[in-house]
């Protein structure tokens, strides 16, 4: 998750998903994309679980940008 | 003289005949200022539209009036195309208007025209130059004002469909002058400083004079030139600004604009289950497989039992030793007969043999072997070879 965005990774899950299911891969082959997939897959419930809400708003002092908390 | 009294009904319809009969007042473009303006529950728009010395009541029909593209207020100066017919029922005429544009617009229009067609053929618009929106964008750029509907609107769709969303507001005045450069400084700063994921840039609906920001050149190229997505959301579904044909994405309203750049996670979330269940099913699925073929395989003579097969080959190789041990003792046999022949002849054949007959070697002193008459001299020391031993002689 720390080299793949997001995207990335959700493509990634497809594709060992696809892999898995065509069967294709030898038993050892599959184990380790099964546990690679179920980590990809931890990773990104764990990325969304861990956003924080955030609504802020761009404030221009001076010649500076400060980012202050938004609330309409 | 005498009159024949008609009804105020006749005389009404009459009147509105007349002037049906009139093909000028069929198609007529009034300008004006509208006054009184109602628009009623019904979606019919009811207004009067004057001038510093006369007014006339108009009316303009649902099926027209949503047609507009922007929306017609007390004190507004517009253009009414339309018909002049009778109420029958009040005595009145009035517009009957078909559609209806602000007055002074003409040159805006033609402006926007002609930089679309400009843009257009720079290739601005061209959906090779169009941005992926991401689809979990971590953070999430509006550019608009910062206060009214629009970023509440997206701020209320945002949060609904991902609870954790990162908004950044880059407030810019949407409307009036100076808010295009405004508009280019938010963008710039954004992609600069890398500031957003995705930029949502959006204003209500208004006249065409209150969206033209997003009509100005500087604004395409700023959007176009843009590194980060960039979803356009100005105006009402009916409104074209130039900035919606030069977005990677273009939004009917800020609140669709939230809903494109802004993933629903329960539906990630339920993708990212979907593909858990899918692993688990397909390894099993690959186990069960895996055992069947180890099952079969387990049902062969060769693993009930396995013994045999090594027990046979035992049998082979042991025939095969006992096969060469005979090949090579019968191989010795031979060699040694023929030996013993050799051995005979070459005894029989030895000179030792000749001299037991009573013949002898003669040698020079040298010990060359004499063998002719011709080879001697006389009072040569010679030596003789006998078979019991050797003695001298001298050649006389």
Redesign the interface.
């Known amino acids: 998750m720390e080299e793949l965005?997001?995207?990335q990774a959700?493509e990634e899950?497809?594709k060992?998903?696809t892999e898995?299911?065509n069967?294709k891969?030898t038993?050892d082959e599959?184990?380790e994309?099964?546990e690679k997939?179920?980590k990809l897959?931890k990773k990104?419930?764990e990325y969304?679980d861990n956003?924080?809400?955030?609504?802020?708003?761009?404030i221009k002092t001076d010649e500076n940008?400060e980012?202050d908390d938004?609330t309409? | 003289m005498e009159y024949k009294a008609i009804s105020v009904t006749q005389l009404n319809m009459y009147i509105k005949n007349k002037l049906a009969e009139d093909e000028k007042l069929m198609n007529v473009l009034v300008k004006g200022e509208i006054s009184n303006f109602k628009h009623h529950y019904t979606g019919h728009l009811y207004f009067t539209l004057k001038d510093e010395n006369s007014l006339i009541k108009c009316i303009m029909f649902k099926s027209f009036a949503q047609n507009l593209k922007f929306e017609p207020k007390d004190g507004m100066k517009i253009l009414l195309f339309g018909s002049v017919s009778v109420f029958e029922r009040d005595g009145v005429y009035q517009i009957y208007g078909k559609s209806m544009q602000e007055d002074g617009m003409g040159d805006l229009y033609r402006a926007y025209e002609e930089l679309k067609n400009k843009l257009q053929n720079e290739g601005l618009f061209n959906v090779e130059h169009k941005k992926k929106i991401p689809i979990m964008p971590k953070c999430i750029g509006v550019l608009t004002s910062n206060t009214g509907a629009v970023i509440r609107d997206i701020i209320n769709v945002s949060t609904r469909r991902n609870p954790n969303v990162y908004i950044k507001l880059y407030p810019v005045p949407v409307q009036g002058v100076g808010a295009a450069e405004k508009i280019v400084e938010a963008i710039k700063y954004m992609n600069e400083n890398k500031q957003a994921d995705v930029l949502i840039i959006g204003r209500g609906g208004g006249s065409l004079e209150d969206l033209w920001p997003f009509n100005e050149e500087i604004v395409a190229r700023a959007i176009y030139d843009s590194q980060i997505p960039i979803i356009s959301a100005v105006g009402h579904e009916t409104d074209f600004t130039i900035a919606d044909f030069v977005a990677d994405l273009r939004a009917p309203t800020p609140s669709a604009a939230a809903e494109l750049a802004v993933p629903n996670i329960q539906d990630i979330m339920l993708k990212l289950d979907g593909y858990k269940t899918r692993y688990r099913l397909a390894l099993k699925k690959k186990i069960e497989f895996m055992k069947m073929r180890y099952e079969k395989c387990m049902t062969r003579r060769v693993f009930k039992e396995p013994l045999q097969s090594i027990n046979e080959k035992y049998i082979v190789i042991d025939m095969k030793v006992k096969s060469l041990i005979n090949s090579i003792q019968l191989k010795l046999k031979d060699s040694r007969t023929k030996a013993i022949e050799l051995i005979t002849k070459l005894d029989s054949m030895s000179p030792l043999k000749t001299l037991s007959r009573g013949y002898s070697i003669v040698s020079s002193d040298n010990g060359k072997v004499i063998s002719s008459v011709k080879d001697i001299v006389k009072d040569e020391d010679i030596n003789l070879k006998f078979i019991d031993g050797n003695a001298k002689a001298k050649i006389l």
């Not at chain 1, 956003?51 to 761009?58: N, R, S, Y």
């Open positions: 965005n997001f995207e959700m899950l497809e060992i998903a898995l299911e069967g891969l038993l599959s184990v994309k099964f997939g179920m897959s990104c419930s969304l956003a924080e809400k955030k609504i802020t708003v761009l940008m980012e938004f309409i």
